[in-house]
């Protein structure tokens, strides 16, 4: 069984810097990857960042240049290091991770940590 547990959070100044961590148990990086999503209050959920199974790396506009995931193999954690961040990165943060199935992966079917807040202030 997947689970994920998501740290990292916290309370940060416009400008600032946080590293999310998410401890993955049950799943293996390198079957499907992982992805980074966010939820601001009265909006929809959406993706923020993605590391593939090959490594390819993928970012939302507005995070690029700023954020960066990364993974490592040996400690099953996957990483979320944000800079410069502003007040519209306020949100709770959620890995999640696609099923695998035996030669493929199911992006629609994506296990979710519990999430970590994070809040910018100006």
């Known amino acids: 069984q997947v689970q994920l547990v998501e740290s990292g959070g916290g309370s940060v100044q416009a400008g600032g810097s946080l590293q999310l961590s998410c401890a993955a148990s049950g799943y293996n990086f390198n079957d499907c990857g992982m992805d980074w999503y966010r939820q601001a209050p009265g909006a929809e959920r959406e993706l923020v960042a993605s590391i593939g199974y090959y490594g390819t790396l993928r970012y939302r506009d507005s995070v690029k240049g700023r954020f960066t995931i990364s993974q490592d193999n040996a400690k099953n954690i996957v990483y979320l290091q944000m800079d410069s961040l502003k007040i519209d990165d306020t949100g709770m943060y959620y890995c999640?991770?696609?099923?695998?199935?035996?030669?493929?992966?199911?992006?629609?079917?994506?296990?979710w940590g519990q999430g970590t807040q994070v809040n910018v202030s100006s």
């Open positions: 999640a991770a696609p099923r695998a199935t035996a030669g493929s992966c199911l992006y629609t079917e994506l296990t």
